[in-house]
């Protein structure tokens, strides 16, 4: 069963705009949940995880992430995006132990 | 240092040969992983190694082969290759279960002539 939706394969903004790329979870169990960034040729990098508390997590290069149980969601924002935020954007759950990502956004940006 | 480092980074080779990815970690941790990512960049996890004894094992045909001589290193052996194996393979490791915050490695290109 999909665990991680990520509905937007691309998402085109312009340099300064502000960013939401879209995540849902299925999981009857309080989630943890992470957001990773994959730059051409990189490995993946932990932009941020929720595991409980707070529901709007706060992570690294600017980007924030709010959790909404009632929605399913984890979407992840930025205010201003630069151009060196341009990657592949993957959600992630934690589901028995493993690590389940999403198909992945890729995140275009125009100057 | 690079925490989780991956040998070789590109590999090339013929159908039904062997090969094989190395993986070293650095950072202490106990779980290591190998993903396997495709043309879509869709990542798929394929094996965990927890202090060198194996916990998760996924639908993985018995051509892959996993080895953890100890908790820092996770090697892959994959025999007979075929097209299909074609797909960037990632090492990652993490020390708290169930959290399981993932460092990568780089990954190795693997192209299946």
């Known amino acids: 069963a999909q665990s991680v939706t990520q509905p937007d394969i691309h998402i085109t903004v312009s340099e300064g705009a502000s960013l939401e790329l879209r995540c849902n979870y299925s999981?009857?169990?309080?989630?943890?949940l992470f957001w990773y960034v994959q730059s051409p040729g990189q490995g993946l990098q932990l932009l941020l995880k929720?595991?409980?508390?707070?529901?709007l997590v706060q992570g690294i290069k600017g980007f924030e992430a709010e959790f909404k149980r009632s929605q399913s969601s984890f979407n992840l924002r930025k205010p201003s995006v630069h151009w060196s935020d341009a990657a592949e954007y993957f959600c992630?759950?934690?589901?028995?132990?493993?690590?389940?990502f999403g198909k992945g956004t890729r995140l275009h940006i125009l100057p | 240092d690079t925490a989780v480092s991956q040998t070789p980074k590109y590999l090339v080779t013929q159908m039904g040969n062997d090969k094989s990815i190395k993986c070293e970690q650095n950072?202490?941790?106990?779980?290591m992983y190998w993903y396997k990512q495709d043309s879509k960049k869709f990542l798929k996890i394929m094996f965990s190694?927890?202090?060198?004894?194996?916990?998760i094992n996924e639908t993985v045909p018995n051509r892959f082969s996993p080895k953890s001589p100890d908790k820092a290193h996770l090697n892959l052996h994959i025999n007979s290759l075929e097209l299909g194996d074609s797909a960037v393979y990632f090492c990652?490791?993490?020390?708290?279960?169930?959290?399981?915050?993932?460092?990568f490695g780089e990954g190795s290109r693997l192209t299946v002539l």
């Open positions: 990652a490791s993490s020390q708290v279960q169930p959290s399981g915050e993932l460092f």
């Open positions: 999981y009857g169990a309080t989630p943890y």
């Open positions: 929720y595991f409980s508390g707070d529901t």
């Open positions: 992630a759950v934690n589901r028995d132990d493993k690590i389940i």
């Open positions: 950072l202490g941790h106990d779980t």
């Open positions: 190694y927890n202090n060198k004894e194996l916990i």
